[in-house]
């Protein structure tokens, strides 16, 4: 199992975190972009994250939790991201937005809410590489782990094909023993206000 390591609530700035990620044996840097309407906060615009980018080296797992993914793919292309996902309540149509990261060689992820079923991503289950299940409400770090999320990802791991697994909100060394099925969790706080980034880790990984 991968760890991606979320920095938007952390004991340091965003930099200081970021350069702490780099230190450890994270496998991924996940970006959670906020747009203020596909959820109420809005974080980082594209010049904030380049900034806090300057020394990372980490691939890079980019989550929008935006209403106009393809406004944000469109500038996002630019860091070479091993991974984009963006929400499927966000769009109508995701074929478009999947073609677009194929074309840049980027892997495509599918993210849903905790109210949203399989169902709804069951047809682009064979034309996406990754599958973002949200174990909170999106919108904000530090939330509890809602214990619902397992069955979904049981009910992924049963269709399973070409994609990865990647579940996202409230991780930590307790929750990680009922994700066998996942390929990649997302953890943030448990991490980033924790004194020792490696040690943390350690307990994911
Ligand atoms: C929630 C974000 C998550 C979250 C992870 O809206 O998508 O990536 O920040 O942080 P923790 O692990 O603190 O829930
Ligand atoms: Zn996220």
Do not use: W
């Not at 990680?176 to 990649?184: A, C, F, S, T």
């Not at 980034?197 to 994911?204: A, E, G, H, N, R």
Request: one cysteine or more.
């Amino acid at each position: 199992m991968k760890v991606a390591v979320s920095f938007i609530k952390s004991r340091y700035s965003e930099k200081e975190t970021i350069d702490l990620i780099n230190q450890t044996s994270a496998d991924f840097l996940h970006i959670d972009i906020m747009d203020g309407e596909f959820v109420e906060n809005k974080n980082y615009d594209y010049e904030d994250i380049k900034m806090f980018l300057k020394d990372n080296h980490k691939p890079l797992d980019i989550h929008l939790m935006c209403a106009d993914p393809l406004k944000y793919i469109e500038e996002y292309i630019e860091l070479k991201p091993y991974n984009i996902t963006f929400h499927i309540e966000a769009v109508n149509n995701p074929l478009r937005l999947i073609e677009l990261l194929h074309d840049n060689g980027i892997r495509c992820g599918l993210a849903i809410n905790p109210d949203t079923s399989v169902k709804e991503i069951k047809s682009y289950l064979d034309l996406i590489d990754n599958v973002l299940v949200m174990s909170v409400h999106p919108g904000k770090g530090g939330q509890k782990f809602i214990p619902d999320t397992t069955s979904k990802i049981n009910e992924l791991a049963l269709l399973k094909k070409n994609f990865t697994i990647e579940v996202d909100g409230g991780v930590n060394n307790e929750v990680i023993n009922n994700l066998q099925n996942v390929d990649i969790v997302v953890s943030g706080s448990y991490i980033c206000e924790s004194e020792d980034y490696q040690k943390t880790i350690d307990t994911l990984h």
